[in-house]
């Protein structure tokens, strides 16, 4: 699927969120990323932020590993605050860019199979806000100053190596920090693009 663009689109906003160790990775080396399972508190305030999205962008690993809440239903034998993030994340409608994916499952799912430099702005004229899952999609919209908002969840682990949650490419991103919480251990810490302003409207040139 490749998606159509509009002009003078008014943009939204594309926010990154994952919990990270003290010393900024998301996953071990081996891809573990068990030591991020949230609290019952935690996970409640994800269930209140990702139903504040209108859209979900997910890369295929993510897109894999999520596609177990599509199995819980009112029936299932699992705390009612999972069964309301299933809810959520069944009626929100999720982009997954994948080039090695031939077909996606899952309630209101699409693959796409673009660039994201050509597809996530597209996105952004199309829904109000975002979010992205996952660190190697969240590092290639970064390369093109695509995500507006981070909100980074730091867990009382150091991994000593595995995947950062910020690429290590050598580019500056400055960040103003807009609000803060605690969940045990855990330290929420949110931050927006200092050059990101919300409601941001695009422009075409003049032809």
């Known amino acids: 699927?490749?998606?159509?663009?509009?002009?003078g689109a008014r943009l939204?906003?594309?926010?990154?969120?994952?919990?990270?160790?003290?010393?900024?990775?998301?996953?071990?080396?081996?891809?573990?990323?068990?030591?991020?399972?949230?609290?019952?508190?935690?996970?409640?305030f994800h269930n209140e932020r990702v139903a504040a999205q209108d859209a979900e962008i997910l890369g295929r690993r993510l897109y894999e590993v999520m596609l177990t809440w599509?199995?819980?239903d009112e029936s299932s034998d699992v705390p009612e605050f999972m069964k309301d993030?299933?809810?959520?994340?069944k009626a929100l409608p999720k982009y997954v860019f994948s080039r090695t994916l031939s077909g996606v499952e899952g309630t209101n799912t699409v693959l796409v199979g673009g660039d994201v430099v050509d597809e996530v702005p597209a996105l952004k004229e199309r829904h109000s806000v975002i979010g992205i899952g996952g660190a190697t999609l969240a590092a290639a919209c970064m390369a093109h100053d695509l995500i507006d908002e981070f909100q980074v969840f730091v867990g009382p682990a150091a991994l000593g190596g595995g995947l950062p949650?910020?690429?290590s490419d050598g580019r500056r991103v400055d960040l103003?920090?807009?609000?803060?919480?605690?969940?045990?251990?855990?330290?929420?810490?949110?931050?927006?693009r200092r050059?990101?302003?919300?409601?941001?409207v695009r422009r075409e040139p003049n032809r």
Not at 176 to 192: C, H, Q
Not at 195 to 200: D, F, M, Y
């Open 12 to 44: 939204g906003d594309l926010v990154y969120s994952m919990t990270m160790s003290v010393d900024g990775y998301v996953a071990t080396a081996d891809g573990d990323i068990s030591w991020t399972a949230p609290s019952p508190e935690l996970h409640r």
């Open 195 to 200: 050059s990101a302003s919300p409601g941001a």
């Open 1 to 7: 699927m490749r998606l159509d663009r509009s002009k």
């Open 85 to 89: 993030f299933a809810r959520i994340w």
């Open 70 to 72: 599509e199995a819980i």
């Open 165 to 167: 949650f910020f690429p």
């Open 176 to 192: 103003e920090l807009i609000e803060t919480n605690r969940f045990d251990e855990i330290a929420y810490l949110r931050y927006r």
